[in-house]
Every structure is written in C-alpha cells, then in structure tokens.
C-alpha cells in the first residue's frame, strides 16, 4: 500500500468520524426487525446458522436492540474478539447479560471461554460506505484479514455493514487489501451489492 492511500484514508477516517458523531447526535435510531426479517428470508441467508454482530461503541449506530433481536432468533450468535497475535477476529458466543470484558482497543468482548464459531453472516461497523460496497473502517484491517481467512479455508460467508445512512459516499479511498461488503444496513434501508 502506498504511503498516498494511507494518508488519503486517514484523511477520510476522521473526516468521516466527525460526521458520525454528528448523525449520532442528531438522529433518533429505532431498530426495524422487519427488515432483518426480509433479510434472514432471503434464499441465500435462509440457511444461516452463526450470526457475528458487534457491541457499538462510542458514535456508532447502536446495536443493542439488534443484538437482543439476533439473540431471540433460532441462531447461534457470536461476537468478534481480537487476537493480536494472528491479526484476524475469532469469534466467540455470549449470553443475554453475561458480563463482557475489555478487549484490545478497549472494545467489549465476550469472555476468552466461551465457545468460539466461524460465522455465516457478519454485521460489521462502518466508518463510511460507498456506492460499490466498500467501506472505510478503522484501520487496524482486521475484517478485510479475516475476510481473506476466510476465503483461504472457502468459507461461505454474507457481509452486512451496520452504518447510518448519511455515512454512504460516492466512493471510499481503497486497495487491492479491500473487501467488499454484501450488504449495507441503515436505518432507513438495505443496500444491495451482490
């Protein structure tokens, strides 16, 4: 990866952590199951058996009622934790009120001994999103690692990013390391980029 690129999604990463932290403040999210509904019904997810989502943190779209909603669902649901050493996400079950712990960059993880699952579908956070289905995230690059985990072992798997609708841009700074998301959800639609 170019130093340019670097510097361009650096750029962006904190042009567009300030817009969130706006659109967080500014909208009123309400969870909308029914088109979870459509979505767990469509021929190709109506086999899912493990869910990934992730606790939202700071100015992210919240997740909660998303979570409580995964977890009344007959699915195994999993949560991402973070190996430092392998640099992909393992993810690992958790319980309605089970206690979480501090996981690397401070994010709430499920306990290091509960069960771990390779899942079929993902919610993943999105700093930004574009037309194609790109989007920009963090920077650490553990999705687009585990991504290609994934690939390397042909594990079928749906990516649906979590993000609000405002965060959508004609097109985020990207490389050849980038993978394209499945899905989009917001909290005013679902974008389609299979």
Known sequence: MTNNIILLKEKQRKEFTVIRKKLNENI????????????LKNKKLNNVKIISS????????????????????????TFPT???????????????????????YKIPEPPKDNEEFIPDLLFVPCLAFDNQGYRLGYGGGYYDRTFAYFESINHQYISIGFAYDSQKVEEVIRDKFDYKLDYVLTEKQLYTFI
């Open 28 to 39: 009123n999210y309400k969870f909308k199951p029914k088109i979870i509904d459509q979505l």
């Open 54 to 77: 992730f606790f939202s943190i700071k100015t992210e779209m919240p997740t909660r009622d998303l979570n409580d909603y995964l977890m009344n669902k007959n699915k195994i649901l």
């Open 82 to 104: 973070i190996n430092s050493k392998i640099k992909i996400l393992l993810f690992k079950t958790y319980k309605k009120n089970q206690n979480l712990i501090e996981g690397y």
